[in-house]
């Protein structure tokens, strides 16, 4: 009987310790991912002036564009997430519904965070236009998420 608590204690420790140092080494990789990414923006936006294809107030303009994409593709990517819980909380409320009387009231839980990012995507989420793209932008050096 003792060992096999041990042996329990000592399986939950590994799997501890191997979900952790698994978060980490992922953090870390994702956060080099990011850097590389801002370094090679970077050094197109500095090939671009030295190339003389661009000048300050083009580089500044591209990085308003860049910057006002990012913000839409923020709000496009909450709508859909809000879609998707609204989704999960009709689901449960379907499928709970047929398991006893009260328990579908759990699928009111998802399906109320959806709304309420719905509603903040919809209504509160600044609503950005990008516009056209500047001259010398070229799509590649974006990485779209």
Same mark, same amino acid.
Request: aromatic share 10%; glycine share 12%.
């Given at each position: 009987m003792g !060992?096999? $608590?041990v042996a329990l204690w000592l399986f939950l420790a590994t799997g501890a310790v191997a979900t952790f140092t698994f978060i980490t080494i992922v953090s870390w990789a994702e $956060? +080099? +991912?990011k850097e590389r990414q801002e370094y090679y923006r970077f050094e197109f936006r500095k090939r671009l002036v030295e190339s003389g294809k661009m000048d300050a107030a083009g580089v500044t303009s591209?990085?308003?564009?860049?910057?006002?994409?990012?913000l839409q593709q923020a709000r496009e990517k909450l709508l859909v997430a809000a879609f998707v819980l609204i989704g999960v909380g009709i689901g449960i409320c379907l #499928?709970?519904?047929f398991v !006893? #009387? #009260? *328990?579908w009231r759990l699928g009111l839980i998802p399906g109320s965070i959806g709304a309420c990012m719905l509603?903040?995507? *919809?209504?509160? *989420? !600044?609503?950005v236009d990008p516009g056209p &793209? &500047? &001259?010398?932008?070229s799509s590649d050096t974006?990485?779209?998420d």
């Open positions: !060992s096999t $608590n $956060n +080099r +991912r591209l990085m308003q564009y860049e910057h006002k994409l990012k #499928g709970l519904q !006893s #009387g #009260g *328990a509603l903040y995507g *919809a209504v509160f *989420a !600044s609503k &793209p &500047p &001259p010398g932008w974006l990485e779209q």
